[in-house]
């Protein structure tokens, strides 16, 4: 049986996450919060920030700036700016 969540993100019922995808309580937060829909927009937006900005997963100064997008993306409503990225309408 599939687990819900009310999704932060989409502010409704959802399925959940099927586990914990990130250590600490960051990851316990979006576990709990986040639902598999909107986690799967995460992922879109985060392989697009890496890839414009050329980001390093094993620089920590990257990892600081795709955490902080990912909290703004997913629990502040803040879209990621992309440069020279245009979203559909």
Do not use: H
Not at 30 to 47: C, L, P, R, V, Y
Not at 64 to 88: C, Q, R, S
Request: glycine share 6%; hydrophobic share 40%.
């Amino acid at each position: 049986m599939t687990r819900t969540v009310f999704c932060s993100y989409l502010k409704k019922e959802a399925p959940g996450l099927a586990f914990q995808l990130i250590p600490g309580a960051l990851g316990k937060r979006i576990f709990d919060n986040i639902s598999q829909e909107a986690w799967a927009g995460w992922q879109q937006k985060q392989t697009m920030l890496i890839n414009e900005k050329k980001l390093k997963l094993l620089n920590a100064e990257d990892r600081k700036i795709i955490e902080d997008a990912m909290i703004g993306y997913l629990f502040e409503n803040k879209d990621v700016e992309i440069e020279g990225y245009t979203p559909e309408k």
